[in-house]
């Protein structure tokens, strides 16, 4: 696929990006990505300095976008920032607020792709920074302007960092630490165990996908 195709690709998948129905849309704690009738919802749990939901994003998780495109998913992102307190800095707390700052720009999609393809890059000069993250919004046509700069510059959207670090802490049932990232969930029910693994491979993450809608 070449470039021009591939942010085609992600624009279009972005057209259905919607917050979560709660009462106040500004602090809802995940972003919904799909139609909202899909047969298939997948709950997904990523933080952005991991270095497991990278590979994830990069092996598996295209199964899911080409069927989000298709309209037969839509995906619920919780995104966790527990990464800091482990390996220091503030680099996920300040990604998680640059992606919700996206999401009011329309662009959620695109630039949730463009910082899983330079995390590593970004971890090896000590994780996400202001700099950074705007730098990064380059890649994603339309998406700066001074709205989305202030966002991420000021923090804008912390109290949406700390609701959906919370719910992924919640998800975590008897372990106050969360369940780990990346975790999926397809139409309720968690993969894991010897399914694990097949979420890291694209045929083998579409099989699941498909046998959890019929």
């Given at each position: 696929?070449?470039?021009?195709?591939?942010?085609?690709?992600?624009?279009?998948?972005?057209?259905?990006?919607?917050?979560?129905?709660?009462?106040?849309?500004?602090?809802?704690?995940?972003?919904?990505?799909?139609?909202p009738?899909?047969?298939?919802?997948?709950?997904?749990?990523?933080?952005?300095?991991?270095?497991?939901?990278?590979?994830f994003?990069?092996?598996?998780?295209?199964?899911?976008?080409?069927?989000?495109?298709?309209?037969?998913?839509?995906?619920?992102?919780?995104?966790?920032?527990?990464?800091?307190?482990?390996?220091?800095?503030?680099?996920?707390?300040?990604?998680?607020?640059?992606?919700?700052?996206?999401?009011?720009?329309?662009?959620?999609?695109?630039?949730?792709?463009?910082?899983?393809?330079?995390?590593?890059?970004?971890?090896?000069?000590?994780?996400?920074?202001?700099?950074s993250?705007?730098?990064?919004?380059?890649?994603?046509?339309?998406?700066?302007?001074?709205?989305?700069?202030?966002?991420?510059?000021?923090?804008?959207h912390?109290?949406?960092?700390?609701?959906?670090?919370?719910?992924?802490?919640?998800?975590?049932?008897?372990?106050?630490?969360?369940?780990?990232?990346?975790?999926?969930?397809?139409?309720?029910?968690?993969?894991?165990?010897?399914l694990?693994?097949?979420?890291?491979?694209?045929?083998?993450?579409?099989?699941?996908?498909?046998?959890?809608?019929?």
């Open positions: 696929m070449t470039a021009s195709a591939h942010a085609a690709h992600l624009a279009q998948l972005n057209v259905a990006t919607l917050r979560h129905p709660f009462d106040d849309p500004r602090v809802a704690p995940f972003v919904v990505v799909g139609d009738a899909a047969a298939t919802t997948v709950r997904l749990y990523e933080d952005p300095r991991c270095p497991v939901v990278e590979e994003e990069a092996t598996g998780a295209p199964a899911l976008r080409e069927m989000t495109l298709r309209r037969e998913a839509k995906t619920e992102y919780t995104l966790a920032s527990f990464r800091d307190d482990r390996v220091g800095g503030d680099g996920s707390k300040r990604a998680v607020n640059a992606l919700r700052a996206a999401l009011d720009a329309g662009k959620f999609t695109e630039y949730h792709a463009v910082l899983f393809e330079n995390m590593a890059e970004n971890e090896l000069a000590g994780g996400y920074t202001t700099a993250l705007l730098e990064l919004a380059d890649q994603v046509e339309g998406l700066r302007s001074d709205t989305f700069d202030s966002a991420v510059a000021t923090m804008k912390k109290d949406f960092v700390t609701a959906s670090e919370k719910t992924y802490e919640a998800a975590g049932g008897d372990d106050p630490r969360g369940p780990g990232t990346p975790t999926v969930a397809i139409n309720g029910t968690q993969i894991k165990g010897g694990y693994d097949w979420l890291f491979e694209k045929e083998t993450f579409h099989l699941l996908l498909n046998s959890a809608d019929n």
